[in-house]
């Protein structure tokens, strides 16, 4: 909240730009929270070598992350991630509302979040200490995950049906761009960033203890036992479901048509299975398979 009591950000979202699309380096972004010096000012960003970012594909975990992120820093207190939007303090680093966040939002060590594709920021993270977190989600979670966003989300483009958004993720041709370009290229920096951390949700979802524990050594932040529980219970699903500071129900009804579908919606995996056809899903393999043939990881298919 700034001192007027006003949730920071939530007024410079402008009617006017719920239907403009930005596009930048070939990639389009919801004009609603971009603009072309928001994103040109988030490519020459200067981060500090205390600053966290955490770095996701859209649908993949990134309030998720967020949540643990603050949890672990404060040593599994909820008091900010349910006080604070995560918006605030977590904040996107190309969004437009990123200053005043910044401002609002006094917590060391700041953390940001960003859908920024690694080319995006490879010359702002040059010679940088800061510490990225990557999290990726099997791709086939992702785009329903995110079909059904984009029918809640009025600033992101509308699809009729399920097949037509496919073939638009599958093309790149969604917001932030290709999923397979994301994940091929902040994953394959693990050999040349010292400083990144690559997660799945999957691996979240399956052992959130384990997850959380590697999490904070990684951020330099060693966690009691009961510490590392109490991160476990206030970033399970049913707890964000219920924070609102989390759940996206504070962003207005003309942005977030929230009779239109749940933010935390399901929070499974495997729930591509409810909505991929047999042909969908050929159509899926064939192009995973030109596009990733040349990537060193894997996805986790089954669990
Ligand atoms: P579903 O739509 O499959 O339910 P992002 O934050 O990157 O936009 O990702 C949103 C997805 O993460 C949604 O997936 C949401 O339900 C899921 N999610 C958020 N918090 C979660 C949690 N604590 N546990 C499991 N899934 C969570």
Redesign the pocket.
């Known amino acids: 909240m700034s001192e007027t009591g006003e949730i920071v950000g939530l007024s410079m979202l402008e009617k006017a730009r719920m239907d403009v699309m930005e596009t930048y380096c070939g990639i389009i972004f919801p004009g609603l929270v971009h603009t072309q010096e928001s994103l040109q000012r988030a490519v020459t960003f200067q981060f500090q070598d205390t600053d966290i970012i955490i770095a996701?594909y859209?649908?993949?975990?990134?309030?998720?992350t967020q949540?643990i992120v603050t949890l672990i820093t404060r040593r599994g207190d909820p008091h900010l991630s349910e006080t604070v939007p995560n918006w605030v303090r977590a904040p996107w680093l190309e969004h437009i509302y990123l200053e005043d966040a910044l401002k609002a939002s006094s917590s060391t060590p700041r953390i940001l979040t960003t859908h920024f594709p690694y080319q995006l920021l490879s010359s702002a993270l040059q010679g940088s200490k800061v510490k990225v977190i990557y999290v990726s989600r099997n791709p086939k979670?992702v785009a329903?995950?995110y079909y059904?966003?984009c029918k809640m989300a009025e600033f992101f483009p509308s699809f009729t049906t399920f097949q037509e958004f496919l073939h638009q993720f599958l093309e790149g041709k969604v917001p932030y761009g290709s999923w397979f370009d994301h994940v091929k290229d902040w994953t394959s920096q693990t050999t040349t960033m010292n400083n990144l951390f690559t997660i799945t949700y999957e691996e979240l979802?399956q052992d959130p203890h384990d997850a959380i524990k590697r999490m904070s050594s990684f951020l330099h932040c060693p966690l009691e036992e009961n510490e590392v529980n109490n991160c476990v219970k206030h970033?399970?699903?049913r707890a964000?479901k219920e924070n609102k500071m989390a759940n996206s129900t504070l962003l207005p009804e003309h942005v977030m048509n929230h009779s239109k579908g749940s933010?935390?919606?399901?929070?499974?995996i495997g729930?591509w299975k409810n909505m991929f056809t047999e042909e969908q899903n050929q159509y899926f393999k064939s192009i995973y398979e030109s596009k990733m043939n040349d990537w060193s990881s894997e996805i986790v298919w089954e669990v």
């Not at 933010?263 to 499974?268: D, I, T």
Request: hydrophobic share 30%.
């Open positions: 996701t859209p649908k993949s975990g990134t309030t998720w949540e979670d329903v995950s059904h966003f979802w970033s399970s699903f964000m933010f935390m919606r399901k929070g499974k729930d």
